[in-house]
């Protein structure tokens, strides 16, 4: 083996790979065209995946944390996961409602961050509908949801925060999340007291209120509801369901 | 085994001792650094480790939080120790073989620090939360380019020795060698470039962070040790390879297989689906470059049972090779479509990390490093019962991770994960005694590595033994050194054909 073929052999045998699994993927999924809501109707409106919040400054703060560590933001097809049919984990689903907007996850559904947060383990639930579950636990709960998902940053291992249609309560003692106590500063109480609050932390003269690293990051956190409606040729959804169609 | 051996001429002795007194400082610095920064990703690995069970031990600090500590922990064992362990091994290999002292140790040096720098600034950076969160890219984003920039210092002079080389046979190292030159700064270019610069879909930056991990692993780590792994065996038994000729098909299989692995991490997204399937096929047939090598290895190793037994260095190597065809398995396990429904987010990932880091390249690294360093000090090692400590720690340690987080533990998180009337909680307890004795395991690599940091630094400053017989795992007089005969590499193979 010669320099010469050698060097011939790696930029091909590299190169190939490299053209077909980078380049060319890559140039491809920037350029998608958009996707029409329904192929056959030639008046349908083009889908746009809409997302109010602090999106990219939110996801940064949510990677340099770490949180993509035990959190998922992934709802895989059904040949290899299953949690498409956990509660609340891929959208609402509702039989005496009708209601059924679970769903795989879509590539538009990452499209306002710069890299999808997809995860490295599920040592916690997946985040996907993280936004969904959120309102739901915080109307139970009795808070805001902004509210809600303070207190659960400030200690995850809060069992106030889970909190049954009957009133009963669900122990979190086990959960291994980290505390994002460094998102909160403690301030001087002044009047009323801030709205967002922790509750239990505030003394005569201090309460403990979140910073801007905590808002932004609840803001991102309330956005994720990765169940809004596909054009048809993009909605996976699960097939055994029996609730009446939604259109 | 005496007959093989040769009388190398007094000249080509000099020359060795030439080279090995150039390299001297830059090749030092880079075990010891490397080592140092072993001991840093080992200790926030331990804690890491039982934070992922004891949320609030030592408080509830911002900078010593899982989320943090975690990615420090891989960066720091990936750019800390893997790669400069790697530099170290590979400047060292390049000279030797191409048989050229370097006239650039300085340069290396300072490069040696600029990296350190960069690595350093990287996991601050990380502690105090300005991480990516990219996997395996956790520093924060302006650190690649020092770290390329470094990295090019070092590397252009192992380029530079390999094109005056001296001789014209090509040993399968400097290939290995040649081939990790290479590919490093294209996968690392290429992943910092797509991933953090270029405006690509966010899905296809992390399939393409994805690749980046399987691509380091599979052709800069992988490489390197297999490299050390072939001059090391052939060097301390004084045979030639087994078969030379499946060494050579044995990298090109490599290097054809191993650039289509690693997308299958994100298997179920919606990226192109021939992406996931085509990567899940490679690094389950990548086992057939590694099972070629070991194996020659091995048969390699085997012709001389004695010195395995004897030389720290052929016993850690072979330890090395051992992980590298458990890590052929695991992988033909964990890429399969049905194991990745079960394993994708678990702990088994991080197993499969490990076996190649640690089980894999590290002991294919202190292999080298036990060989290496008593050439370029002139001293021995100073004690064997150092050596063993830190041998059978390793071992008890990495098995234990790759049994619990890998097979185990990731299979029972996955069926918990799947289990999807039973509340979370229980998917979280069940995995309860898989971290604990993660933690126990990392405690004793942990113990291991401190001892053998301890000794690499006595080494380093030169309070190794002056004596010419070097530091055996066993008692008995040999008559032939266990580090072989001296004599260049391609002797062996003149006198096998």
């Known amino acids: 083996m010669t320099i010469k073929t050698f060097l011939i052999g790696m930029l091909a045998s590299f190169g190939v790979a490299w053209m077909c699994i980078i380049a060319i993927p890559a140039a491809k999924m920037s350029a998608l065209s958009p996707v029409k809501m329904n192929v056959e109707d030639e008046d349908a409106p083009y889908y746009q995946r809409k997302v109010a919040g602090r999106v990219m400054s939110g996801a940064a703060i949510y990677g340099a944390n770490g949180c993509y560590y035990c959190h998922t933001q992934l709802i895989r097809p059904t040949y290899l996961g299953r949690q498409i049919w956990r509660k609340d984990a891929a959208g609402i689903y509702d039989k005496d409602e009708g209601i059924d907007t679970r769903r795989e996850t879509s590539h538009y559904d990452y499209k306002d961050e710069d890299f999808a947060r997809v995860g490295r383990m599920r040592v916690g639930p997946d985040l996907s509908n993280f936004g969904h579950r959120a309102e739901m636990y915080a109307a139970t709960a009795g808070m805001s949801p902004a509210q809600w998902v303070m207190e659960h940053l400030y200690n995850p291992r809060n069992s106030e925060l889970f909190v049954g249609n009957e009133g009963q309560k669900t122990d979190m003692s086990w959960s291994n999340c980290p505390s994002q106590k460094q998102m909160f500063d403690e301030n001087n109480l002044n009047g009323q007291g801030d709205s967002l609050a922790i509750s239990g932390q505030t003394t005569e003269s201090t309460e403990v209120i979140p910073n801007e690293q905590a808002l932004i990051l609840t803001s991102y956190l309330l956005t994720l509801k990765r169940d809004d409606i596909l054009p048809d040729m993009l909605a996976n959804k699960p097939k055994d369901v029996d609730v009446k169609e939604e259109n | ?497």
């Open chain 2, 1 to 497: 085994m005496s007959e093989l051996s040769h009388d190398s001429s007094t000249e080509d002795t000099q020359l060795r001792a030439e080279i090995d007194r150039s390299l001297r400082h830059p090749v030092m610095f880079f075990f010891t650094s490397g080592a140092a920064w072993l001991a840093v990703s080992l200790i926030l690995g331990v804690l890491a480790s039982i934070k992922s069970h004891n949320p609030e031990f030592l408080g509830e600090c911002a900078q010593l939080q899982y989320g943090r500590v975690f990615p420090a922990h891989l960066n720091a064992l990936v750019y800390g120790w893997g790669v400069q362990a790697g530099f170290g091994v590979l400047i060292w290999l390049m000279a030797r073989l191409s048989r050229q002292p370097s006239r650039n140790a300085g340069t290396i040096l300072v490069a040696g620090h600029i990296w350190n720098l960069g690595v350093s600034i990287g996991i601050i950076g990380i502690l105090f939360g300005f991480g990516t969160g990219k996997q395996w890219m956790e520093f924060p984003t302006f650190v690649w380019p020092l770290l390329l920039a470094a990295y090019a210092v070092i590397a252009i002079w192992s380029l530079v020795a390999f094109r005056i080389r001296r001789g014209e046979h090509v040993y399968i190292s400097q290939w290995y060698v040649l081939g990790a030159l290479l590919w490093f700064p294209w996968i690392y270019l290429t992943a910092n470039l797509y991933v953090n610069v270029f405006d690509v879909h966010p899905l296809m930056a992390t399939a393409i962070n994805r690749w980046f991990r399987q691509a380091m692993i599979l052709l800069f780590f992988a490489p390197i040790a297999i490299a050390s792994a072939y001059y090391i065996t052939a060097k301390v038994t004084a045979r030639a390879i087994y078969n030379y000729t499946y060494a050579v098909g044995g990298f090109w299989a490599l290097a054809i297989i191993a650039p289509w692995a690693g997308m299958h991490a994100v298997m179920g997204s919606p990226i192109p689906v021939f992406l996931q399937y085509v990567g899940a096929a490679a690094a389950m047939l990548v086992a057939v470059p590694l099972i070629a090598a070991g194996v020659n290895i091995l048969k390699t190793a085997s012709q001389s049972g004695e010195a395995t037994a004897h030389s720290p260095s052929l016993r850690f190597t072979v330890a090395g090779i051992f992980g590298m065809l458990l890590l052929a398995v695991l992988g033909l396990i964990l890429a399969h479509p049905d194991a990745i429904a079960y394993t994708q987010f678990s702990t088994a990932v991080y197993g499969y990390e490990v076996l190649a880091l640690y089980g894999f390249f590290s002991m294919c690294m202190f292999g080298a490093i036990y060989f290496i360093v008593p050439r370029v000090t002139r001293r021995e090692w100073l004690s064997r019962r150092l050596i063993r400590t830190h041998f059978w720690f390793s071992i008890y340690g990495v098995l234990l991770i790759v049994l619990f987080c890998s097979i185990l533990g990731g299979f029972q998180q996955g069926a918990a994960q799947r289990a999807y009337d039973e509340s979370w909680s229980s998917a979280v307890l069940s995995m309860f005694p898989y971290v604990v004795a993660t933690t126990l395991a990392w405690c004793a690599i942990l113990y291991a590595n401190i001892f053998f940091f301890i000794h690499l630094t006595l080494m380093w400053i030169r309070l190794g033994r002056r004596s010419s017989h070097p530091t055996l795992l066993r008692h008995d007089h040999t008559t032939v050194s266990p580090h072989g005969p001296e004599g260049d590499i391609e002797e062996l193979e003149n006198a096998k054909a």
